[in-house]
């Protein structure tokens, strides 16, 4: 932490100051390097300056989703800064290259899939492959859906680390969805869904339907997004591949893409820590 002081010490000679906004970035800059977050006493004592100096601008932080309350009186970072990233660049390189992969895999299973990442408090869909034959599920692409009661949203909890988890599911409650922790049942899952390698659980939406959910893992082994298949069983459809099958090509193709250890054809990651 006295490093931190020593690198982020306000320069006198600097032409162009912004003492409101440079506060505000030592705060982010600070609480990005900390586990467990830090009070606003503990804030203003690594920062060499008054308590006071940092309630308003911690309650805007907060307000406007950058950090967030935990344990009582500590702030934390939230993941809204990770969730501005997503919809940069990155995310379509991410999409782009996941493309022919997902297109491949429609084929094998002759069944629809989407990719979902992490967005702000929210599972959202990015890219989306039609069913090669009449019959499919589609979800448009940019759709919200939950995180406590969808496949996807349950693979990028499980894979994500209990910190990150955390803060998700405090960025679920900013967004304006009822407030809630996640239940130990559904954590005892989560258990079970990392052991299997993907979920599988009746859509909550659709009678009939089963969503397969496997997850695209960064080189650290955190969630970078999940493939969905909402499984839909052809009985009029010889030959097609059982949910068994389905779930093993699935895992197949999020392996492949998870092997590209999280970087573009460019060579830049994805995500940025």
């Known amino acids: 932490m006295a490093r931190f002081i020593e690198d982020h010490m306000t320069d006198t000679t600097d032409r162009y100051r912004a003492p409101a906004l440079d506060k505000g970035l030592d705060i982010l800059e600070l609480l990005a390097g900390i586990e467990g977050g830090l009070t606003q006493s503990e804030i203003a004592k690594a920062l060499g300056r008054s308590p006071n100096e940092f309630y308003r601008m911690l309650d805007r932080l907060a307000r406007r989703g950058y950090v967030t309350r935990v344990d009582g009186d500590r702030y934390a970072l939230t993941l809204k800064m990770f969730g501005l990233a997503q919809f940069h660049a990155p995310t379509r390189r991410l999409a782009s290259l996941a493309t022919p992969l997902l297109r491949e895999l429609s084929q094998r299973t002759r069944q629809a899939n989407q990719l ?30 939950g995180l406590f009661d969808t496949g996807s949203g349950h693979v990028l909890l499980a894979f994500s680390s209990p910190e990150r988890r955390q803060m998700m599911v405090a960025e679920n409650r900013d967004t304006g969805a009822p407030a809630r922790d996640i239940p130990p049942a559904l954590e005892a899952r989560f258990d079970e ?4 390698g993907y979920e599988a659980m009746p859509s909550a939406q659709t009678v009939g339907v089963t969503n397969i959910s496997a997850p695209v893992l960064s080189a650290d082994g955190e969630p970078l997004a999940a493939v969905t298949i909402p499984y839909l069983p052809l009985v009029d459809s010889e030959g097609a591949p059982s949910m068994d099958e389905a779930a093993a090509a699935l895992v197949e193709t999020t392996t492949a893409l998870s092997e590209f250890g999280g970087c573009s054809s460019e060579g830049e990651t994805f995500v940025s820590e």
Do not use: K, L
């Open 116 to 145: 979902v990442v992490f967005d702000r408090g929210n599972a959202v869909v990015i890219a989306q492959q039609e069913a090669p034959g009449y019959w499919g599920i589609s979800i448009r692409v940019g759709s919200h859906i």
């Open 193 to 196: 869904i990392r052991a299997r």
